[in-house]
RNA sequence: GGCAUCGUGGCCGAGUGGCUAGGCACAGCUCUGCAAAAGCUUGUACAGCGGUUCGAAUCCGCUCGAUGCCUCCA
C-alpha cells in the first residue's frame, strides 16, 4: 500500500489563499509544472531557492509513493525586453552585445543551470522542455484563441484581449486584481497603439528586421508572447487540467495570471487545481539586484569568491539553510545566517554518522521513535513544513547523542526505525548530502589522523601533555577537530 | 500611487486564541589532566497605537517599516 493513502497532505493553494486537502485528478498520480529559468544569463540564487523548494517538493511526493510527472521548461526564446519600444527579444539582445550566436547563449546558461543545480543535488524534472522546441504548439494555441474571439491580429502581432475574456471569466482572479482598478491605475501609453488596452498582452510578436530569433507563423515572422510557452507546454505534457503549477511569487502576475487567461481561453477550464508560490529571498535584509551590487552567484558562494560572506560554503548547508525556512516565507541571507547554518548542519550529519554506530539494547528505548516519526510526516503534511521536520530531526540528534554518552538507550527495531526514518527525511526528502571529498584522499587523511590519535593517547597515559596537547591543537588549526568521547577518540575535518 | 505578503527574544527562523518550536550565539553545570566535542539548565520575544474577547503575539482597525508585483526581472 503506497504511503499517501495514509497520509493527509495539506497545500496552501495561492488561488483560494487557503490551506487544502490535497487530492490528485488521477488517484496516485501527480502532474507537476515549474516555470523554469530564462537561460540568458547565469542562475539567479533565488531561482535556486523557487527551483529547491519545489524539488524538496518532488522529493517528497515521490516519497508518499505518488508516480509524479514533473515538468519544468527551460525558456530559451527569451522575452521581450521592452514591450512597448522596440519588441527585442532579450536572447537576441544578448547575443549581438556578446557576439554570439542566440543558441550559442542559450546552450552556455543551459549548461551553467544545470551545473548549478546538480552540485545542490536536485532531482532531474520529468520533462525539462524547451519554448524554442514548441513553437508550432504555441501556434496552434494563438490560432485556437482567436478563432475563440479571446484575441486579435495587430500589424503582425497577436494580443490576448483581456477585456474581452474579462466578460466572460475573470481576469486576476490568481492575483488578486480587478480589471477595473488595473485600468484605473494605467498611465498613457502612446506609443502603445497596436493594443486595444494597455492590459492586453502579446501571444505573437512581429519581428522586427533586426530580430534573429524568428519562426514563420500565419500572422508572418515572428516570435511567441511572454506567456504562451508555459500554456503550451503544461497543457501537452499534463493535459488541459492538471494538478500543480508553481514558480515564484514574482510570476503570479502578470506571467500566472494570462496563463490561466490563455487555458481558459482556449480550453475553457481552469487549467491548474493547486496554484504554489514560493517566496524571495533577500540578501543582508535588501532585494537581490545585479544593479546595486547585493547580489551573489551561487558558484560564489560554493568557491567563496565573493566580498560579501567571510567563507565559502558547500552547496547542501546553502541547502540546509534554505530548508530551515518555510517555503511561503520570504527568507534572508546573510553571513551570519550561514554560519549558524553551517554548524547546525555539521552537528546533525556527525550525529547521522554516530547512530549507524551505536550498540542497542533492551527492548525498551527511551525515545518513542514511532510517534517521533509520526510528527515528521505531519510536519510534512503541513504544506511541507520543512523548518518543524528540522526542529523534530533535531529532536532525534539529541537522543542519538544521549544514547552514545550511555544516559539512555535504544532497542534494536527502534535504532533500524530510526535510521531508516531519518535517511528518507534527510537526504531523500530534504536532498542533503554528506560533504565528501575525494574518497582516496580521504581515506589517507583518516589513516593518519587515527595515528596521531594513538600517539596522543598514549602520550596521555603518560601524562605527557605537552606533546599529547601539541597534536590537539596543530591539528585544530588545520581545521581538524579531535573529539574525546566515553569510547575513544573521534574526529572531523572542517 | 494601487494591489499583495510580512514585521517574533543577540542573530536566523517556526507557530497556535489560553499549554516548550528548532538552529546559532551567550551564561552556569556535568564530563575532561586542561580543553574541545557531547549532554543538561536558564532566556518569558512576538513593530507601535487602539478595539473584539474571560484571555491575543495569534482576530479587527489605524500608523510606521520591509519585501514583492503593477514594466523584463526568480
Redesign the pocket.
Same mark, same amino acid.
Given at each position: 500500500m503506497p504511503l499517501y493513502e495514509n497520509q493527509e497532505l495539506k497545500i496552501y493553494n495561492s488561488l483560494t489563499?487557503t490551506k487544502e486537502i490535497f487530492k490528485p485528478i488521477n488517484e496516485g498520480h501527480i502532474g507537476m509544472y515549474v516555470?523554469g529559468?530564462?537561460v540568458?544569463?547565469n542562475?539567479?540564487?533565488?531561482?535556486c531557492?523557487?527551483f529547491m523548494s519545489f524539488d524538496m517538493i518532488f522529493r517528497y511526493l515521490k516519497h508518499l509513493g505518488y508516480k509524479v510527472r514533473y515538468v519544468r521548461n527551460i525558456?530559451d526564446a527569451?522575452?521581450?525586453?521592452?514591450?512597448?519600444e522596440d519588441g527585442e527579444d532579450?536572447i537576441a539582445k544578448k547575443a549581438r552585445l556578446e557576439k554570439l550566436e542566440p543558441m550559442e547563449v542559450v546552450q552556455r546558461y543551459t549548461l551553467d543551470f544545470h551545473n548549478i543545480l546538480e552540485k545542490f543535488n536536485f532531482l532531474p524534472p520529468s520533462i525539462e522542455p524547451t519554448a524554442t522546441g514548441h513553437i508550432i504548439e504555441q501556434i496552434e494555441i494563438i490560432k485556437d484563441i482567436l478563432s475563440k474571439g479571446y484575441a486579435y491580429e495587430a500589424n503582425g502581432s497577436v494580443y490576448f484581449d483581456v477585456a474581452a475574456f474579462n466578460e466572460t471569466n475573470d481576469y486576476g482572479k490568481l492575483?488578486?486584481?480587478k480589471l477595473e482598478?488595473?485600468i484605473?491605475?494605467?498611465?498613457e501609453l502612446t506609443a502603445q497603439d497596436e493594443k486595444k488596452n494597455?492590459?492586453d498582452?502579446a501571444l505573437w510578436k512581429k519581428a522586427e528586421p533586426q530580430h534573429i530569433m524568428r519562426w514563420p507563423s500565419p500572422w508572418g515572422d515572428g516570435f511567441p508572447g511572454?506567456h504562451l510557452e508555459c500554456t503550451a507546454m503544461s497543457t501537452k505534457y499534463l493535459g488541459e487540467t492538471f494538478d500543480i503549477h508553481g514558480?515564484?511569487?514574482?510570476?503570479?502576475?502578470?506571467?500566472h495570471e494570462c496563463e490561466i487567461a490563455q487555458a481558459e481561453a482556449s480550453y475553457g477550464q481552469s487549467p491548474v487545481n493547486y496554484w504554489m508560490h514560493?517566496?524571495?529571498?533577500?540578501m543582508n535584509?535588501?532585494?537581490?539586484?545585479k544593479s546595486t551590487g547585493n547580489n551573489i552567484l551561487p558558484g560564489e558562494i560554493f568557491t567563496g569568491e565573493n566580498k560579501i560572506l567571510s567563507k565559502a560554503f558547500a552547496p547542501s548547508v546553502v541547502r540546509f539553510?534554505m530548508m530551515?525556512?518555510?517555503?511561503?516565507?520570504?527568507?534572508?541571507?546573510?553571513d551570519?545566517?550561514l554560519?549558524?547554518?553551517e $554548524?547546525? #548542519?555539521?552537528?546533525l550529519m556527525?550525529?547521522f554518522a554516530t547512530l549507524q554506530s551505536l550498540t542497542p539494547a533492551g527492548s525498551n528505548s527511551d525515545f518513542d521513535v514511532t510517534n517521533w516519526k509520526a510528527s515528521c510526516y505531519e510536519?510534512m503534511n503541513?504544506?511541507f513544513?520543512t523548518?518543524?521536520l528540522?526542529?523534530?530531526?533535531?529532536?532525534a540528534?539529541?537522543?542519538?547523542?544521549?544514547i552514545?554518552?550511555g544516559?539512555e538507550q535504544i532497542s534494536e527495531v527502534d535504532k533500524t526505525q530510526l535510521e531508516e526514518t531519518l535517511h528518507a527525511f534527510i537526504f531523500d526528502i530534504l536532498g542533503l548530502q554528506q560533504n565528501t571529498g575525494n574518497s582516496k584522499d580521504t581515506e589517507k587523511l583518516s589513516g593518519v589522523v587515527e595515528l596521531l590519535i594513538e600517539l596522543?593517547k598514549d602520550?596521555?597515559v603518560n $601524562?605527557d #601533555?605537552a606533546t599529547?596537547?601539541r597534536i590537539?591543537d596543530q591539528l585544530?588549526e588545520l581545521g581538524i577537530?579531535?573529539?574525546?568521547?566515553?569510547e575513544g577518540?573521534?574526529f572531523?575535518i572542517q
Open positions: 489563499g516555470c529559468p530564462t540568458y544569463s542562475v539567479h540564487l533565488g531561482n531557492r523557487t525558456t527569451g522575452h521581450l525586453v521592452d514591450d512597448a532579450k492575483s488578486g486584481r482598478d488595473m484605473a491605475n494605467t498611465r494597455p492590459q498582452f511572454w514558480g515564484g511569487m514574482d510570476l503570479k502576475f502578470p506571467h514560493a517566496n524571495m529571498l533577500t535584509g535588501k532585494k537581490m539586484a539553510f530551515q525556512a518555510h517555503y511561503t516565507s520570504i527568507l534572508d541571507l546573510s551570519d545566517a554560519l549558524a547554518s $554548524k547546525g #548542519f555539521n552537528r556527525e550525529a510536519a503541513d504544506d513544513n523548518p518543524i528540522i526542529a523534530h530531526i533535531f529532536e540528534v539529541k537522543h542519538i547523542n544521549l552514545k554518552e544516559k596522543r602520550a596521555r $601524562k #601533555f599529547s596537547d590537539r585544530a577537530q579531535l573529539k574525546d568521547g566515553k577518540t573521534t572531523s
